[in-house]
């Protein structure tokens, strides 16, 4: 348990769905963020808040959007994914700063259809 | 885009044994180093960073960094099965965030009974 919880942890869906990955820290963070895990390919950071604020967007497709309405919570919505969207998508939290160390959730995994 | 470069493995190695895990990164100006375990379908945790130059020991676990050579490696002494795991090196992307890194793909371990 990291004080880091990811739900749903298993989603299906269709291309023209939409859908949401929630996620909530319990270790008073500053800061949380998205990376995306695909087979065979590095973590690939998708998103960061800094209290609240989006401080980083990678260069993510629209068909993502992040939402953080407050320092503990932390969405991703979903509409009109492709298949190679399928990957486990995980939620991380730190303090922030130099020293930064991220505490991951377990994930959620997504599939595409 | 900074890299990080890893072998991905698996590295096996018999049960006692040293298991070294290697990692190189691209920009010469990198700071910090960071090492993450991930076991099988778990999300990473961190176990290891290292800021400068030289050998850093925690418990059966050594980072080693040399930034001349842009090489940064985690070594396990007395490896045990519960070592097998893949290992994932970060750096941060900006000198002024430790908590944005980039990661490499990871090695995977396995520690033989």
């Known amino acids: 348990e990291t004080g880091v919880t990811q739900t749903p942890r298993h989603l299906v869906m269709g291309m023209t769905n939409k859908k949401s990955l929630k996620c909530e820290q319990h270790l008073g963070h500053n800061a949380m963020y998205w990376y995306k895990q695909s087979a065979k390919k590095p973590l690939e950071l998708m998103f960061v808040?800094?209290?609240?604020?989006?401080?980083e967007n990678n260069s993510v497709p629209s068909r993502f959007s992040p939402e953080c309405p407050n320092s503990s919570h932390l969405f991703l919505h979903l509409h009109t994914l492709q298949p190679e969207d399928s990957a486990l998508y995980l939620c991380?939290?730190?303090?922030?700063?130099?020293?930064?160390?991220?505490?991951f959730g377990e994930g959620s995994r997504l599939t595409v259809l | 885009q900074k890299e990080v470069e890893q072998n991905s493995g698996p590295l096996s190695v018999p049960e006692g044994a040293i298991a070294s895990l290697n990692c190189t990164y691209s920009?010469?100006?990198?700071?910090?180093f960071f090492w993450y375990r991930q076991y099988s379908g778990k999300s990473p945790e961190l176990i290891m960073f290292?800021?400068?130059?030289g050998d850093k020991e925690d418990g059966r676990f050594t980072a080693q960094l040399n930034k001349a050579s842009q090489y940064v490696s985690l070594l396990i002494r007395d490896s045990q099965p519960s070592d097998s795991a893949t290992y994932l090196c970060a750096v941060p992307r900006e000198k002024s965030s430790g908590d944005k890194l980039t990661f490499g793909t990871g090695t995977r371990l396995a520690v033989r009974p």
């Open positions: 808040y800094n209290f609240k604020e989006q401080t």
């Open positions: 290292i800021y400068s130059n």
């Open positions: 991380a939290s730190s303090q922030g700063g130099l020293a930064g160390e991220l505490f």
């Open positions: 920009d010469r100006g990198s700071q910090s």
